[in-house]
């Protein structure tokens, strides 16, 4: 499984923007079975944290820092996830990466796309 993730950026702080991370090497009846999907972020001297993770059935879970501003989604169709991002702040700049966990190939990480939020 690959993952390309893009979508980033600079952006003004309150501005919006859109993450994608296309999975390939997958074909789809995998990428619709039981899996969960999830963007990560890493700003420079932290640990790499949560963002928001969805489910193959639908189930989202997002951070307390990002509920009522991010949206993840997914296209199955096109083996694609996405992260709609919308009243960035600051604090938001960090390397954001997708992930794919699947129940018997395991996970798979995206190369990462950086965001930065211009104050």
């Known amino acids: 499984v690959q993952l390309q993730a893009s979508g980033g950026g600079l952006v003004e702080a309150g501005g919006s923007t859109r993450l994608s991370c296309a999975a390939s090497?997958?074909?789809?009846?995998?990428?619709?079975?039981?899996?969960?999907m999830g963007w990560y972020r890493q700003a420079p001297g932290k640990q790499r944290e949560l963002v928001a993770r969805?489910?193959?059935?639908?189930?989202?879970n997002y951070a307390d820092s990002v509920k009522g501003r991010f949206t993840i989604s997914r296209d199955n169709s096109r083996k694609t996830m996405y992260l709609r991002m919308n009243s960035l702040k600051p604090e938001d700049s960090a390397i954001y990466f997708c992930?794919?966990?699947?129940?018997?190939?395991?996970?798979?990480w995206g190369q990462g796309t950086l965001v930065t939020v211009s104050s």
């Open positions: 992930n794919l966990d699947l129940p018997r190939e395991g996970t798979s």
């Open positions: 090497r997958i074909i789809l009846s995998t990428f619709i079975s039981f899996n969960n």
């Open positions: 969805i489910s193959s059935g639908g189930t989202i």
